[in-house]
T-cell receptor, first 112, second 112 residues
Framework: KNQVEQSPQSLIILEGKNCTLQCNYTVSPFSNLRWYKQDTGRGPVSLTIMTFSENTKSNGRYTATLDADTKQSSLHITASQLSDSASYICVVSGDNTDKLIFGTGTRLQVFP | DAGVTQSPTHLIKTRGQQVTLRCSPKSGHDTVSWYQQALGQGPQFIFQYYEEEERQRGNFPDRFSGHQFPNYSSELNVNALLLGDSALYLC???????????FGPGTRLTVL
């Protein structure tokens, strides 16, 4: 069964600290993996997208890594800001269609 | 350049009623996907429209139906509402199949 699992389920950090979110997937065949940021009550916003051949991709303070062999991805947030408080969702596309498989997300809270 | 827009923002219905949700894609996009997101969960794929036809469908009953208009806007219809249909309904648009999807703010549906 195609699944995307994320950990931790929730995370609290202090402003300025770094953190890393994890994503494991069992989707096969694999096309690409995306990380989205979703503010409460809002639609998800794409942060990064990586294909099979890409190991890392950055978007400002966000850096995503992908290990297609172990089917794991991580999202590293550097020098966190209060505005980083949101849910971060890992999304995997199993083929060249738009049928995205979503993880349940990691709820990040950044406190001053 | 307007992003993805959805209407209404919030909606309250009672069991057994029918509801129609609307989505206007991002300018230049021709593909619309609909997702249901229960509280604390990741979005679940409902279906996707391209060239006014349903191209893919997730594991949702026939009570969920949709339509895409020549201007690429789309509607999601849900008949015989159940309490379990209460969720945030997200619309996402993209340019063709396989492109990055941009999400709207969602419609919060509450079924009493």
């Amino acid at each position: 069964k195609n699944q995307v699992e994320q950990s931790p389920q929730s995370l609290i950090i202090l402003e300025g600290k770094n953190c890393t979110l994890q994503c494991n997937y069992t989707v096969s065949p694999f096309s690409n993996l995306r990380w989205y940021k979703q503010d409460t009550g809002r639609g998800p916003v794409s942060l990064t997208i990586m294909t099979f051949s890409e190991n890392t991709k950055s978007n400002g303070r966000y850096t995503a890594t992908l290990d297609a062999d172990t089917k794991q991805s991580s999202l590293h947030i550097t020098a966190s800001q209060l505005s980083d408080s949101a849910s971060y969702i890992c999304v995997v596309s199993g083929d060249n269609t738009d049928k995205l498989i979503f993880g349940t997300g990691t709820r990040l809270q950044v406190f001053p | 350049d307007a992003g993805v827009t959805q209407s209404p923002t919030h909606l309250i219905k009672t069991r057994g009623q029918q509801v129609t949700l609307r989505c206007s894609p991002k300018s230049g996009h021709d593909t619309v996907s609909w997702y249901q997101q229960a509280l604390g969960q990741g979005p679940q794929f409902i279906f996707q429209y391209y060239e006014e036809e349903e191209r893919q469908r997730g594991n949702f009953p026939d009570r969920f139906s949709g339509h895409q208009f020549p201007n690429y806007s789309s509607e999601l219809n849900v008949n015989a509402l159940l309490l379990g249909d209460s969720a945030l309904y997200l619309c996402a648009s993209s340019l063709g199949l396989g492109d990055t999807q941009y999400f709207g703010p969602g419609t919060r549906l509450t079924v009493l």
